[in-house]
């Protein structure tokens, strides 16, 4: 069984502060690191896939690191907006490199207050 | 644009009962997907269509069966559920099946409780 953890569980922060949270995974046969915004009550959203050592996304506010050599993704939220409370998964794929390998973190929640 | 499409989003069967999860998507993805959501745990995948006429087991399977019925649509189904079947059941669908070119869509999906 893989170990893909998510810190911190939760985190409430306010309005226009920024934040990041941090995904940690197996450093060894890395084939891709996925993160998801998941909203109370909707589905899962892509937010970004990353498959290379020191890759950067970027999607408005919302940005992600990635560090296959020691395992961790870091995902920033950049003066959060209460729209931005939601829960954020991020998956594993090694490996076959095939998606029905992914493993899911738990998740990281959100909640951006006024 | 419907993308991922589930029914139904709510189920209350009995111990014992059976019934099928539908699942449709319109995106013309070849790779389909139903993952079960507990809490404290992460999505863990319970089948997985990597194409259409192929079916495999994912880390969860037991106590499941699915149906690849076409290209858009993919089936699950619990012949007898039992209480630890409480879940939410998420389908999901993707270009093709390799982690790094596809992102994964869901469905809304589809809260069943046993009881």
């Given at each position: 069984i893989l170990n893909v953890e998510q810190s911190p569980q939760s985190l409430h922060v306010q309005e226009g502060d920024s934040t990041n949270f941090t995904c940690s995974f197996p450093s060894s046969n890395f084939y891709a690191l996925h993160w998801y915004r998941w909203e109370t009550a909707k589905s899962p959203e892509a937010l970004f896939v990353m498959t290379l050592n020191g890759d950067e996304k970027k999607k408005g506010r919302i940005s992600a690191t990635l560090n296959t050599k020691e395992g961790y993704s870091y995902l920033y939220i950049k003066g959060?907006?209460?729209?931005?409370?939601a829960t954020y998964l991020c998956a594993f794929g090694g490996y076959?490199?095939?998606?029905?390998k992914l493993t899911f973190g738990t998740g990281t929640r959100l909640q951006v207050t006024l | 644009n419907a993308g991922v499409t589930q029914t139904p989003k709510f189920q209350v069967l009995k111990t014992g009962q059976s019934m099928t999860l539908q699942c449709a998507q319109?995106?013309?993805?070849?790779s389909m997907y139903w993952y079960r959501q507990d809490p404290g745990m992460g999505l863990r995948l319970i089948y997985y269509s990597a194409s259409e006429g192929t079916t495999d087991k994912g880390e969860v399977p037991n106590g499941y069966n699915v149906s690849?019925?076409?290209?858009?649509e993919f089936s699950l189904r619990l012949e007898s559920a039992a209480p630890s079947q409480t879940s939410v059941y998420f389908c999901a669908s993707s270009r093709d099946i390799l982690a790094g070119a596809n992102v994964l869509t869901f469905g809304a999906g589809s809260r069943l409780t046993v009881l």
């Open positions: 959060s907006q209460p729209e931005d409370s076959t490199g095939t998606a029905s | 319109d995106m013309n993805h070849n690849r019925l076409n290209k858009r």
